[in-house]
């Protein structure tokens, strides 16, 4: 481990021990151009070639006289005579709270967010997005919590960040009125809308009715629970064992036959069905309520089409 530590000193150096001003690379790499913006007698060399890694946020890349004199003679430039290190560093500044107030306002967009920053790390970052994912908070409580979070620089790096922060949101919540059953469908009046101020819910809670008039519930909701998502679904259009009109395509042959679904499933679900007359399987998408569209392409959906043209209804 030590050292793997020391090759890393050699290499990259720290942002500490610093012997010539750096320059801030242009990207994940370090390239031609920019040895060539560093130093001109590498003005030829092809600003596209990757030389080396850009460093990470808070060490130096430091390319020393003899080894920026090899890379110049294997890509046939002259000797540069170079005499100083060359130095590559990602610039980096202190993180005001409001830029970090800002960022985790937008990850709770829409729900009216006051948040209370109490502490913060307090590492110099890198320039570029700052970003705090809502999975990144320790726990969901009145009382202050951890949040992590990150810089995005050099397109895909990530400089790690962390706040102790107080959040509280305020939005509707939707609330059951009165008992709901598992798969029972939602109408209005099985529901309520109040307002809420306080800590994030671990789960999230539904706020518009939209998201689950006509809705199907997959657990039972006591009265004055509140409504989760993730636990509703759309109605089933075809439920197992279903008669089902089957549409089977070919070319400009178009065929409609009756058949029985073998499986449940929503708009767009694919399930097996059977042709209650050969007893043959075949796949089908299900397009609305009580019917269904033979895939093409298989060998089970024409015998399907076969055996209704000559069966016709």
């Known amino acids: 481990m030590r050292v793997h530590s020391l090759f890393a000193l050699f290499i990259f150096g720290t942002a500490g021990a610093r012997a010539v001003p750096c320059l801030a690379p242009a990207g994940d790499w370090i390239t031609g151009a920019d040895l060539a913006a560093a130093l001109p007698a590498l003005a030829a060399l092809d ?12 060490l130096e890349r430091v390319f020393h006289p003899e080894e920026i004199r090899r890379l110049a003679l294997a890509h046939g430039l002259p000797d540069p005579r170079i005499t100083a290190n060359l130095c590559f560093t990602w610039p980096v500044a202190p993180l005001a709270p409001d830029i970090l107030r800002g960022a985790m306002q937008k990850a709770l967009a829409g729900r009216a967010p006051q948040i209370e920053i109490l ?53 509707m919540h939707l609330k059951a009125q009165g008992a709901i059953r598992a798969g029972q469908r939602l109408a209005p009046g099985q529901w309520r809308a109040e307002q809420y101020t306080g ?43 279903d008669v089902v009109m089957v549409l089977a395509e070919n070319g400009a042959a178009r065929i ?58």
């Open 256 to 313: 409609e036959a009756p058949g029985v679904a073998l499986g449940a499933g929503i708009c767009g679900d694919v399930i097996a069905v059977r042709n209650p007359r050969s007893n043959r399987l075949f796949k089908a998408r299900v397009a609305s309520a009580g019917r269904v569209e033979a895939l093409p392409g298989t060998s089970a959906g024409l015998a399907a089409m076969e055996n209704a043209k000559e069966n016709p209804l």
């Open 47 to 58: 600003p596209a070639l990757k030389v080396s890694y850009a460093p990470m946020a808070g």
């Open 199 to 241: 800590p994030l819910s671990r789960e999230p809670i539904l706020s518009d009715p939209a998201q689950v008039s006509g809705m199907v519930a997959r657990r039972d909701f006591a009265d004055n629970s509140p409504l989760l998502a993730g636990l509703f679904e759309p109605p089933k259009a075809v439920e197992l064992g």
């Open 119 to 171: 502490t913060r790390s307090a590492f110099t970052a890198p320039a570029g997005e700052v970003v705090f994912p809502v999975s990144g908070l320790s726990a969901y409580s009145a009382n202050p919590v951890i949040w992590k979070g990150y810089v995005l620089y050099a397109g895909v790096r990530r400089f790690d960040i962390w706040a102790n922060v107080r959040v509280q949101v305020t939005e």
